[in-house]
């Protein structure tokens, strides 16, 4: 006899054998027969239009069927074009095909998503117009072409487009303010690596829905638009490598889902603001390369989820805060090549998750703080260029930690030759001259020459591997 109980428990598991069917992936349909013959008709038509500008095509797309030809999928929602293996497929360099109304109804074209990534500039031309009448797009991939010419205007007509991607271009021209007045379903755009230039359009703020937007390594000039606030929604903004100049807008705090911003490389001036800390959800934050002044936010302690923070070669000054101590999750953090003076906050030890940080081409002076040695996770610090005192924490001798630091800090007789001011040297020196001197053991090594300290093995990774060592900027293709 079944009970409650057991007729709730097969429930349960025919519950959990059914739900993966049921998000399983829509699998694309061989047959036309889902779409109206109005749709079917003019869906073909636009199709014809990329079989007269790369007739190479003629050898993949045979038959009345569009459904059947290679890398065209249907499903009930639409039709999706995807031309990634063209290349593999001896289709020759072409064109994007314009589109006629006075051909077919642009109304009944079906197409939801063209996807035309060659990775072998094989698509050249200009990105048609005309596009901005395909009014069920949702999205288009043309990165790592050989497309040029600007961004067309019309392409505002493209209200149902969720996601663009046009990176690795020889894209130029400006950027559309049209695009930000009609286009509201945007959620990702990627210019990345192309010639845009001129400035940041204002009216940009009004896409709602943006989530992600990359205009890296362009031309791009003017100022940071307050008004860009408005992308409530955004979570990534990558406006690195151009000319741009200003201030940070303190504005873009109520952008409070962003999540990686990076503006670094540019022209950018002013202090950094402290209304930023209420961007909570913040992981990295590249703020290098540009003409910061001013000091170190203690606000920016509440920015607890902070990995990645960037902020070399600016003109910062001030002190290190103590207050950052709170930002148990940074992973980064380089301050290095400012004007930063006093000395290395105590409380520094409690960033238990930090891995490397460079305080290195600054003014800051005093001891490193014995508590540092606490620091579990650390393996790369720079500390070379500053005003230092007194000797390394000697526990880092049996650790795999990789430093550069100051002739002085690392020298044998640290504790006399480098001795703190505030230090009773008579009282230590006998034993840390001493335990300064073991620091060459079997684990660990002093380069005197080269200011090097390394305490791993041959075997142990090398230096190669300090996140410092490399260009950061989250390039996006």
Known sequence: MCTHASMAL????????????????????????????????????????????MPNLHSIWAGDNFCAWKGVTCLRDGVSISATNWVQLAVSPGRLPEVSSADFDVSQVFVTSISVRANGRNLSGTLPASWGLLRNLRKVRLESNNLSGSLPPEWSGLRSLRELYLSNNNLTGTLPASWGESMKSLAILNLNRNALAGTLPPEWGRMRSMQTLVLESNRLSGTLPADW???????????????????????????????????????????????????????????FDNSFTGTLPAEWA?????????MQDNVLVGTLPASWSAMEFMQVLDISENTLSGTLPVLWSSMQSLDTLSIRGNQLSGSLP????????????????????GCLPLNWTSRYVAVTVDEAVMSVNCAIENACNDVNIDSISDKISSSCSSSTGPNGAVDGSDATFSSWDASASSASNDPLSHSTGGASS
């Not at 829509?26 to 749709?39: H, L, W």
């Not at 920015?303 to 990645?308: I, M, P, T, Y």
């Open 10 to 53: 097969v429930a349960a598991v025919a519950l959990v054998l059914v739900l993966p069917v049921s998000r399983a992936r829509p699998v694309g349909m061989r047959s036309m027969s889902a779409y109206t013959e109005a749709q079917q008709l003019h869906t073909r038509k636009f199709l014809d239009g990329f079989l007269q500008s």
């Open 229 to 287: 606030r408005f992308m409530r929604a955004a979570s990534t903004l990558m406006i690195g490598r151009n000319d741009l100049s200003g201030t940070l807008p303190h504005e873009w705090a109520e952008m409070s889902m962003m999540e990686w911003m990076d503006v670094h490389s540019n022209r950018l001036t002013g202090w950094l603001p402290a209304a930023w800390a209420t961007m909570t959800f913040l992981n990295t934050l590249l703020l």
């Open 302 to 310: 509440r920015l607890e989820f902070l990995e990645e923070l960037r």
């Open 370 to 389: 014995i508590e540092w040695r606490t620091l579990p996770n650390i393996m790369y610090l720079h500390l070379e260029g500053n005003a230092l005192c």
